[in-house]
């Protein structure tokens, strides 16, 4: 999967996109990641991103005209690839919908906002548009490693034999909390591990597993 991102901070993803399963995703060709920055597409000598918002306030806005750019040279990498803007604007952004943009074989540009957000009219040029909860975060650059960490991971072959997505929080309803999880020692600081997944019962533990599963309300 191609997966481009506009931003102006694009050293913000090495930490992330560098480690771990997402680092694998790309060593193992499954992922492709890029950046966009979207100083190159600044207007002037300046390279001008921003500009005071009409009517006034605090704050700077993205231009339109650099992020539209932007966006279109992402379409000319991959005509195909959807485009998200993360927002608090957007609709909550949920398991199935990571699993609806991992299952499609389309490629993601990942717009990354800045200061007060964007000019309005670059919406017409997005096809999705997600907040990731109802908090207000500095940029879209956290809520873009969230939404390419919950698709990338999703993708076969990067999880690998040992552990099964479908298993887990949030799946079919987007409420569902998977059972809680022991590891050994059978007993810490006096605290047991339920009996019933010591006894080697697949069926009682099965049992007790759906019992202990929760929901998020
Ligand atoms: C400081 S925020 C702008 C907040 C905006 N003025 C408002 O009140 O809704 C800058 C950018 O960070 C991103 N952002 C902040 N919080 C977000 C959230 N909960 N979900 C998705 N994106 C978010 C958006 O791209 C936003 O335009």
Redesign the pocket.
């Known amino acids: 999967m191609k997966i481009q991102v506009i931003t102006l901070f694009p050293e913000m993803f090495t930490g992330v996109l560098g480690n771990s399963m997402l680092w694998k995703a790309a060593d193992r060709g499954i992922a492709e990641y890029s950046f966009i920055n979207l100083r190159d597409y600044g207007l002037g000598p300046r390279k001008q991103v921003d500009d005071t918002p009409y009517g006034g306030g605090d704050?700077m806005l993205?231009k339109p005209e650099p992020l539209v750019a932007a966006i279109e040279f992402a379409k000319q990498n991959d005509p195909d690839a959807r485009v998200i803007?993360?927002?608090?604007?957007?609709e909550l952004?949920k398991q199935s919908v990571a699993k609806e943009l991992a299952a499609s074989d389309k490629g993601l540009i990942l717009?990354?906002?800045?200061?007060?957000?964007?000019d309005e009219r670059v919406t017409e040029w997005v096809d999705s548009q997600?907040?990731?909860?109802?908090?207000?975060?500095?940029?879209?650059?956290?809520?873009a490693m969230i939404i390419i960490d919950s698709v990338v991971r999703l993708l076969p072959g990067v999880l690998g034999g040992e552990t099964s997505a479908d298993i887990e929080s949030f799946q079919d309803d987007d409420e569902s909390i998977e059972f809680p999880q022991y590891t050994r020692p059978a007993d810490f600081r006096g605290r047991a591990v339920p009996e019933v997944l010591l006894n080697g019962h697949h069926a009682e533990i099965a049992k007790w597993r759906a019992r202990s599963s929760d929901n998020v309300n």
């Open positions: 704050g993205l803007l993360p927002t608090p604007r957007g952004y717009i990354c906002p800045r200061y007060e957000g964007y997600y907040r990731i909860g109802n908090y207000v975060l500095t940029g879209g650059e956290l809520p």
